[in-house]
């Protein structure tokens, strides 16, 4: 399996501008985490599915944030609009309730000018 | 609810001597605990996790923790350390499968030579 798969890499976007994540998790795992990741406040968890139904979004910022998970295969994280305090590298995870640890992808690098 | 308390956020070894970083954690509920590596610009990779079996585990590359319970500890250790350990270690605490996993502020191991 090629793990998960996040895109873009990177991200430069003006401030104000809406941006958009995208995490493809491990074929056959049925939860999926969105992380944010920042010098000043570590790994922070945002956002996690279970089944593709959000369980917990109480780490989401604020209004200006959300994700969503259509199908097993595919979950966006969105903000709208961006600020410079969003800069972050965000991480997806999946995972599956028999193996319990969390598989991550290497993560998206967001810069908001 | 869950917690890891990760002591020292930077810790400094010579090659070839023991390496010891320190987690601690709160759980309200039997847990089960994880130690992942994050190199630079990569995601994180686990390098062991404790299931509620073997107090003693043993993950890759030489690392090995042990789980506690009266002290409330999970640390990671490794006999001899390498110049390819440096990198960042993250503790983590999940209650269950399927839900998300709680981690520490992370320590940066540096390794000289």
């Known amino acids: 399996d090629a793990g998960v798969i996040q895109s873009p890499r990177h991200e430069v976007t003006e401030m104000g501008q809406e941006v958009t994540l995208r995490c493809k998790p491990i074929?056959?795992?049925?939860?999926l985490f969105w992380y944010r990741q920042t010098m000043m406040r570590g790994l922070e968890l945002l956002i996690y599915f279970n089944n593709n139904v959000p369980i917990d979004d109480s780490g989401m910022p604020e209004d200006r944030f959300s994700a969503k998970m259509p199908n097993a295969s595919f979950s966006t994280l969105k903000i709208q609009p961006s600020e410079p305090r969003d800069s972050a590298v965000y991480f997806c995870a999946s995972s599956h309730d028999i193996d319990l640890e969390a598989f991550f992808g290497q993560g998206t690098r967001l810069t908001v000018v | 609810a869950q917690s890891v308390t990760q002591l020292g956020s930077h810790v400094s070894v010579s090659e070839g001597a023991l390496v010891l970083l320190r987690c601690n954690y709160s759980?309200?509920?039997?847990?089960?605990l994880f130690w992942y590596v994050q190199y630079p610009n990569q995601g994180l990779q686990l390098l062991l996790k404790y299931t509620s079996a073997a107090t003693l585990v043993k993950g890759i590359n030489g690392f090995e923790a042990e789980f506690k319970k009266s002290e409330t500890s999970f640390h990671l250790t490794k006999p001899s350390a390498h110049m390819s350990d440096a990198a960042e270690y993250f503790c983590a605490v999940t209650a269950k499968a399927g839900t998300a996993l709680i981690f520490g502020k992370g320590t940066t191991l540096s390794v000289s030579s």
């Open positions: 074929s056959g795992h049925n939860s």
């Open positions: 759980s309200s509920v039997p847990p089960y």
